[in-house]
């Protein structure tokens, strides 16, 4: 069955940095687009990045561009989201997804938690 798992998360002090990976299985990978998403506490699920199946291209909303990089390894299954000039703003959950399609997920992981505070 489909599994994906988050790790890497924990606290970062502003201005610190932090790799999230989410390791994959029970798919073919490298046929999938993939995706980061993080939820801040109280608000509801925001999209941070996608990525092609073939690292062709990567997207992400405005409020990480230039500070957040997503990448992905096929032959180990595994996507990565490097994550710079941490601040308090990025406090979230955050979860990889299989991507469909644009804006069209099918699978997510448990999450991994992200805190930035001093």
């Known amino acids: 069955q489909v599994q994906l798992v988050e790790s890497g998360g924990g606290l970062a002090q502003p201005g610190g940095s932090l790799r999230l990976t989410c390791a994959a299985s029970?798919?073919?990978?490298?046929?999938?687009?993939m995706a980061w998403a993080r939820q801040a506490p109280g608000k509801g699920l925001e999209w941070v990045s996608d990525?092609?199946?073939?690292?062709?291209?990567?997207y992400y909303v405005d409020s990480v561009k230039g500070r957040f990089t997503t990448s992905r390894d096929n032959a180990k299954k595994t996507l990565y989201l490097q994550m710079n000039s941490l601040t308090p703003e990025d406090t979230a959950l955050y979860y990889c997804?299989?991507?469909?399609?644009?804006?069209?997920?099918?699978?997510w992981g448990q999450g991994t938690q992200v805190t930035v505070s001093s």
């Open positions: 997804a299989r991507r469909l399609g644009s804006a069209v997920y099918d699978f």
């Open positions: 029970g798919f073919s990978f490298s046929d999938y687009g």
């Open positions: 990525i092609y199946f073939d690292n062709s291209a990567t």
